[in-house]
């Protein structure tokens, strides 16, 4: 059964860095394309980017400078880090295997001092 | 690639049909996906390649288009249909997704 988890810090000051993992179970990161998505008050539902089955990466531009993709293949995890965080970073962060087949719930990521 | 869904909102009663348009600002092909959002649940990909039907989507979904516009229609609406409903397309980078279509019980 595949399953996907996001875990994060719900809280983070502006200034500060992000960090959230996706944990998924039931297929094999080196087998399919993770995506993050995230959904904002102010944008609705952005695609951040997403790291390939062989570990490259692709990033949208309203990002990249700040955000940076990774996996950890032995431990089943894709991790997510951006920097430089706004108040308009407020928002649901999800993962998301291949086109979308599956999602993750969602983490609740607050920026607010 | 701007997507533009409409409408915003969409009241219908049970055993009704609607449809939900996404318009895309220049050609994506046929490489257009529609989601389903509910509270609580994870989002559910319905609707691949502007028309191909994922696993486990029940047949009253249907999709359709290419180039610029596409349409989701849901016939004989149930119960467990009302829900948010987007579209995103990723014919190029970056993806982009409609602003969504909330579908209410009249």
């Known amino acids: 059964q595949v399953q996907l988890k996001e875990t994060g810090p719900g809280l983070v000051q502006p200034t500060q860095t992000l960090s959230i993992t996706c944990t998924v179970s039931?297929?094999?990161?080196?087998?399919?394309?993770m995506q993050w998505v995230r959904q904002t008050p102010g944008k609705g539902l952005e695609w951040m980017g997403f790291i390939r089955s062989g570990g490259s990466t692709e990033y949208n531009s309203e990002f990249k400078s700040r955000l940076s993709i990774s996996r950890d293949t032995s431990k089943n995890q894709v991790f997510l880090k951006m920097n430089s965080l706004k108040t308009e970073d407020t928002g649901v962060y999800y993962c998301?295997?291949?086109?979308?087949?599956?999602w993750g719930q969602g983490v609740m990521v607050t920026v607010s001092s | 690639v701007q997507m533009t869904q409409s409408p915003s909102y969409l009241a219908a009663s049970p055993g009704e049909s609607v449809s939900i348009s996404c318009k895309a600002s220049?050609?994506?092909?046929?490489?257009l996906a529609w989601y389903q959002e509910k509270p609580g649940k994870a989002n559910k990909l319905l609707i691949h390649s502007g028309s191909t039907l994922q696993s486990g989507t029940p047949s009253r979904f249907s999709g359709s288009g290419s180039g610029t516009d596409f349409t989701l229609t849901i016939r004989s609406l149930e119960s467990e249909d009302f829900a948010v409903y987007y579209c995103q397309q990723y014919n190029e980078y970056p993806l982009t997704f409609g602003s969504g279509t909330k579908l209410e019980i009249k």
């Open positions: 039931g297929f094999s990161l080196t087998s399919y394309y």
């Open positions: 998301a295997r291949d086109r979308g087949s599956h």
């Open positions: 220049k050609s994506i092909s046929n490489n």
